[in-house]
């Protein structure tokens, strides 16, 4: 053990950038007297990708930037100054780490190849006798806890769900003391703005369906009055496919994507509701829905870079299309779907989709104009707030037929709207907007 009357740790924080029930800062600050924290806007991340898409658009580069000033701010009554640069990680941590005496760095588990790449270039460019210590921290079942490897990961989610449920357990919440300030400490480093980023200023859509701001405190505001305030949760399996307003669906996506909830707080909390108020098919599906979100982190972790090839992990061979003109086409909403080009619109607009969207133009992408599924889900990448490399690769492959779907199924657009948009409702709403 480190002593820790003498050591001072460093909480890297990526996808995790939360104060409650973060496992990497609750273990920093139990095993050492002092801790800072760093976080790094990664140039690379606002670079223009192999499909021509700016890799974090303008939507999530708000939403991480107000994510980061409240972590910031709920950090320091843990006496835990919070570093920030727009520099590569292996440049800053590798300066912080030097200037600090840093002893062991903490930091939460990633295993796609970017993220990977990332992790092995700070490495190298650390003191040797620095500790790096990385743990899974993302799930709602824990790996250590499903009592299966990688490898035996189902390909069908159902089987996958049976199995959790039935052999593990979701783990308490990692409670998170305070550490002992440094002394004189000084942090010249600052949030960068949009600008700084390389984007305008903006104002949040009047018709968004996710009008919320960043960071862990509006989360748990959001959980609490969706749970608690207006109860929304007794109602979610009726209303999760909904497509218009605030309250259809549970919004905790992107919180959950970078972080600033976890999936345990969220699960224990539908749990507390239950207790307080009713248990009913509503509150049993928003977990079903957090298993589906664990589901694709495995499939990713069993697979590796499969996930991000065109054949998908199926190895499928389809001759998908790359034309550009389609392509535009697409994102700009004018297909012949006015179901299509609405929830297009949307996602141009706000950076959101309903579930129900996402499904639906991914299937028309890939299943009528037949292009290469990866551009769209580059498309997505770029532009959703709540973007999540395991659930947004792993969905695209799912309804491209190059996935985890047994049946590969196509969903008929028309039909489709007149189920879940009879009366012209949402279409109306985006085919007669303009950009904002």
């Known amino acids: 053990?480190?002593?820790?009357?003498?050591?001072?740790?460093?909480?890297?924080?990526?996808?995790?950038?939360?104060?409650?029930?973060?496992?990497?800062?609750?273990?920093?600050?139990?095993?050492?007297?002092?801790?800072?924290?760093?976080?790094?806007?990664?140039p690379e991340q606002f670079e223009i990708s192999d499909f021509g898409f700016k890799k974090t658009e303008k939507f999530r580069a708000k939403f991480l930037?107000?994510?980061?000033?409240?972590?910031?701010?709920?950090?320091?009554?843990l006496n835990v100054e919070l570093f920030v640069y727009t520099t590569a990680p292996k440049t800053a941590l590798s300066e912080i780490a030097t200037s600090f005496n840093i002893s062991a760095i903490y930091l939460q588990k990633e295993w796609t190849f970017e993220e990977v790449q990332v992790s092995k270039e700070v490495r190298a460019a650390l003191p040797k006798d620095v500790m790096f210590k990385a743990c899974f921290d993302q799930f709602l079942y824990h790996p250590e806890d499903i009592n299966m490897s990688f490898d035996d990961v189902p390909q069908v989610f159902t089987n996958f769900r049976k199995h959790v449920e039935k052999q593990a357990k979701i783990r308490p919440f990692s409670k998170t003391d305070s550490a002992?300030?440094?002394?004189?400490?000084?942090?010249?480093?600052?949030?960068?703005?949009?600008?700084?980023?390389g984007f305008e200023e903006f104002k949040t859509h009047p018709n968004s369906a996710f009008p919320f701001n960043g960071g862990e405190s509006s989360a748990l505001q959001r959980l609490h009055h969706y749970f608690f305030e207006t109860k929304k949760l007794g109602y979610y399996k009726k209303t999760r496919n909904g497509l218009v307003g605030t309250d259809y669906s549970s919004k905790f996506s992107p919180w959950l994507a970078n972080g600033s909830i976890s999936a345990r707080t969220i699960y224990w909390q539908v749990k507390e509701f239950e207790s307080q108020h009713f248990k009913n098919q509503s509150t049993y599906w928003l977990i079903f829905e957090l298993i589906w979100r664990d589901y694709f982190k495995y499939i990713s972790l069993k697979h590796g870079n499969a996930i991000f090839k065109m054949g998908g992990i199926l190895q499928k061979d389809y001759s998908w299309k790359t034309d550009a003109d389609l392509v535009k086409r697409w994102t700009n909403g004018e297909t012949s779907s006015d179901f299509v080009n609405a929830n297009m619109l949307e996602i141009k607009n706000t950076g959101w989709m309903s579930n129900r969207g996402r499904q639906n133009v991914a299937s028309y992408f890939s299943k009528d104009l037949l292009l290469d599924w990866r551009i769209g889900a580059a498309y997505?990448?770029?532009?959703?707030?709540?973007?999540?490399?395991?659930?947004?690769?792993?969905?695209?492959?799912?309804?491209?037929?190059?996935?985890n779907d047994p049946r590969d199924r196509k969903f008929n657009t028309e039909r489709q709207a007149k189920?879940?948009?009879?009366?012209?409702?949402?279409?109306?709403l985006w085919l007669q907007t303009t950009l904002f």
Not at 380 to 399: C, K, P, T
Not at 419 to 428: I, V
Request: charge should be negative; proline fraction near 2%.
């Open 380 to 403: 997505f990448e770029s532009m959703l707030i709540d973007y999540d490399v395991h659930s947004n690769y792993g969905n695209w492959m799912y309804v491209s037929g190059v996935g």
């Open 180 to 197: 002992t300030a440094l002394n004189n400490i000084t942090n010249s480093t600052t949030i960068p703005s949009l600008n700084d980023l």
């Open 65 to 77: 930037i107000e994510t980061v000033q409240n972590l910031k701010d709920n950090l320091r009554p």
């Open 419 to 428: 189920h879940y948009d009879a009366s012209g409702k949402f279409q109306n």
């Open 1 to 42: 053990m480190q002593n820790k009357q003498n050591s001072t740790a460093l909480v890297w924080f990526r996808n995790n950038l939360r104060v409650q029930d973060n496992q990497s800062l609750s273990e920093a600050i139990s095993l050492h007297k002092h801790v800072i924290a760093v976080y790094c806007f990664d």
